[in-house]
């Protein structure tokens, strides 16, 4: 440990002899990795996010046709753009196909008023569709707002052709 020497003088007294104070730092280590080691083994390590999908029920007969008020089409695209449409198949056009953005919790809205529209609210269905050059991050966000607007009906499908090119006269 630290040491201080005292020695007399030979009129009497005494002085302090002035060598530099060593402090052993060995046990102060030793403490340092106990506590180190006892925080890492008593600390809850965070659980790694997934999202949970869950696979449809494999469906025997014909397939189930969803009217087109009962849900909603979400196309994303590049850097980060999103256009949605509710209209049947053969009224999709120019004009029914409109952009959307991430900012101020506009999906959400946009989900919860075709929700609110729609006239069995139990088996509303969002569509999402990732085009070819869409953002991995904006799938990810999306699936998030799934999870926002507690939509437990929900799936990712390809664009159709008539989409495609109604998506490509939209970005140019």
Known sequence: MAEIQIKEQSNGKKTQNKKPIRVDMTPMVDLGFLLITFFMFTTNFSKPNAINFSNPPENTGKPTEIDYRNQITFILGKEGKVFYYQADKKDLNDNSLKLISFDKAQISKTIEAAKANAPKKDIFTVIIKPTDDAEYKSVVDM??????TRSERYGMSELNDKEKE??????Q
């Open 143 to 148: 699936l998030d707002e799934m999870t926002i």
């Open 166 to 171: 109604l998506y490509e006269k939209k970005i």
